[in-house]
């Protein structure tokens, strides 16, 4: 059994515990070594599995005592229940007040909880600063040259390889290295649909997507879409059948903002809805390498088996949104893809491409991964936690089960606009509903990035958050 799972049991096994009475709220759990000697485990072990039951609000630390068990565990909030827009096309505005949200992260001293980019202590800095250099030594003159589409064959083959956990069976020639998911995105859509054309999205959906639907003059239609489940097929349906729907674009696994992950018999009927009304699919993966369990779930391109799915990517939320590399794997418009990647900016930067090419090549990924899984399990937790202590009454949460966001729903008298307003001016930053929606719905939903370090500074910002959103109730 692997460390991982071999934690979790033993935090479940305290937990039973816990919950028959042999520790009742108040009492002093055994020390670590003790309970290392107990359950025939290293106390590293043991360490973690005490750290998930603090995330989980059953136990707490005490210091220079040990963990206790809590008098009141804090309860975890409710999921929302699936959104309901308008559904009709629509274009796209009111995109500005992303630009503020974005700009914050450059400022050090503001708590960076609106736009989802890990903080760098997430990210294997070091081991990319060595890739940077035996890119610099072993790539010669190449580093002075454009990788020109599709781009370094290197690093496309180690793509290719990466593609096979997702179930997908792609030859290196058919992966197109892009400057991050954003440039797949828009290249995509730039290939699949003309400005009035109409766009089938999740909804509520990731920003970025309505900026490139905004940017290119196209129309957003928007579809109810469950928290833990994804896009509602029925609602597609009766869309496709009453509006003229270029094509569809979606995140299937832990979506942005709601981190759900669409079971994988959902994602074979949603290829095969699509095949029937010949709508392509432009999916986005970012976070499929991101799972809490550690499986990594298919793909939905992993169904396809006509190329009618468009498939984006990137390393910005595994390893650096610094070096900025993505690809798309544009299926029947590859080579419309690689023309309007050329004329767009000829080519992705050398360098990053050797560099992240050598990092995969050496295996130095898939350490990272199951690190950095941990890692985003556990402060998700500890983000939901904090919300169900310090937000009003009656505020609700997604549970992803990877990624690193939560979706929040408010009381209805909160107004996530003004909330982020009043947040900014506190140096805090947080993302508001209305700019995932094309209609600007969810006026009184925000979005928080759980990729943070822990600390004291985090948590005020919380119970300041919080409190603001307390007020206006």
């Known amino acids: 059994m692997s460390t991982a799972r071999l934690y979790q049991r033993i935090a479940r096994q305290i937990a039973e515990q816990i919950d028959q009475g042999m520790y009742r709220p108040g009492d002093?759990?055994?020390?670590?070594?003790?309970?290392?000697?107990?359950?025939?485990v290293s106390i590293s072990t043991i360490v973690q599995a005490q750290r998930c039951l603090e995330d989980d609000g059953r136990i707490q630390a005490r210091p220079r005592s040990g963990y206790y068990v809590r008098v009141r565990p804090w309860p975890l909030p409710d999921p929302p229940d699936?959104?309901?827009?308008?559904?009709?096309?629509?274009?796209?505005?009111?995109?500005?007040?992303?630009?503020?949200?974005?700009?914050?992260?450059?400022?050090?001293?503001?708590?960076?909880?609106?736009?989802?980019?890990?903080?760098?202590?997430?990210?294997?800095?070091?081991?990319?600063?060595?890739?940077l250099s035996a890119a610099?030594?072993?790539?010669?003159?190449?580093?002075?040259?454009?990788?020109?589409p599709p781009g370094?064959?290197?690093?496309r083959r180690q793509i290719a390889r990466r593609m096979a956990d997702s179930g997908c069976?792609?030859?290196?020639?058919?992966?197109?290295?892009?400057?991050?998911?954003?440039?797949?995105?828009?290249l995509a859509l730039r290939a699949v649909a003309r400005p009035g054309d109409v766009i089938a999205i999740e909804s509520p959906c990731f920003y970025v997507l309505l900026q490139a639907i905004e940017s290119l003059g196209l129309q957003a239609l928007e579809i109810p879409t469950h928290p833990t489940t994804g896009i509602s097929l029925e609602a597609l349906t009766l869309a496709l059948e009453q509006w003229p729907v270029k094509a569809c674009a979606l995140t299937a696994n832990f979506s942005n903002p709601l981190g759900y992950c669409m079971p994988a018999e959902k994602k074979q009927a949603?290829?095969?809805l699509l095949a029937r009304h010949g709508t392509p699919?432009?999916?986005?993966?970012?976070?499929?390498?991101?799972?809490?369990?550690?499986?990594?779930?298919?793909?939905?391109?992993?169904?396809?088996?006509?190329?009618?799915?468009?498939?984006?990517?990137?390393?910005?939320?595994?390893?650096?949104?610094?070096?900025?590399?993505?690809w798309i794997i544009p299926g029947r418009w590859r080579e419309a893809v690689a023309f309007l990647k050329c004329v767009t900016n000829l080519a992705?930067?050398?360098?990053?491409?050797?560099?992240?090419?050598?990092?995969?090549?050496?295996?130095?990924?898939?350490?990272?991964?199951?690190?950095?899984?941990?890692?985003?399990?556990?402060?998700?937790?500890?983000?939901?936690?904090?919300?169900?202590?310090?937000?009003?009454?009656?505020?609700?949460?997604?549970?992803?089960?990877?990624?690193?966001?939560?979706?929040?729903?408010?009381?209805?008298?909160?107004?996530?606009?003004?909330?982020?307003?009043?947040?900014?001016?506190?140096?805090?930053?947080?993302?508001?509903?209305?700019?995932?929606?094309?209609?600007?719905?969810?006026a009184h939903f925000i979005r928080l990035n759980c990729a943070q370090i822990w600390n004291d500074k985090l948590e005020k910002a919380l119970m300041t958050v919080g409190r603001l959103a307390r007020e206006m109730t």
């Not at 559904?87 to 989802?116: K, S, W």
């Not at 610099?136 to 020109?148: D, I, K, M, V, W």
């Not at 069976?169 to 995105?185: K, N």
């Not at 949460?397 to 939560?406: C, L, S």
């Open 136 to 148: 610099a030594r072993n790539s010669g003159e190449h580093l002075a040259t454009y990788q020109f």
């Open 270 to 272: 949603l290829v095969a």
């Open 169 to 186: 069976r792609i030859p290196p020639d058919e992966i197109v290295v892009t400057s991050g998911c954003q440039e797949a995105l828009i």
């Open 281 to 326: 699919l432009i999916e986005d993966d970012i976070y499929g390498d991101l799972g809490f369990d550690g499986d990594r779930p298919p793909a939905v391109r992993a169904f396809d088996e006509e190329g009618s799915v468009i498939y984006c990517s990137s390393f910005s939320k595994t390893l650096s949104p610094g070096l900025g590399v993505g």
């Open 28 to 40: 002093r759990l055994p020390g670590v070594r003790r309970l290392s000697r107990q359950y025939g």
């Open 348 to 442: 992705t930067p050398t360098w990053p491409q050797f560099a992240i090419a050598d990092f995969l090549r050496h295996g130095g990924y898939d350490h990272h991964l199951r690190q950095v899984r941990e890692e985003y399990s556990r402060h998700v937790a500890l983000m939901i936690r904090a919300v169900g202590r310090y937000f009003p009454e009656g505020t609700r949460v997604t549970q992803p089960r990877g990624g690193f966001v939560i979706w929040v729903e408010l009381p209805q008298s909160v107004d996530a606009v003004t909330l982020c307003q009043e947040a900014l001016q506190r140096r805090i930053s947080i993302a508001p509903g209305p700019i995932f929606s094309a209609a600007g719905k969810y």
């Open 82 to 131: 699936i959104s309901r827009p308008t559904v009709r096309p629509i274009p796209v505005t009111g995109q500005a007040l992303v630009l503020r949200l974005i700009q914050a992260t450059n400022e050090r001293d503001f708590v960076q909880l609106g736009a989802a980019v890990p903080d760098p202590g997430f990210l294997p800095v070091r081991p990319l600063q060595r890739a």
């Open 152 to 155: 370094n064959p290197e690093l």
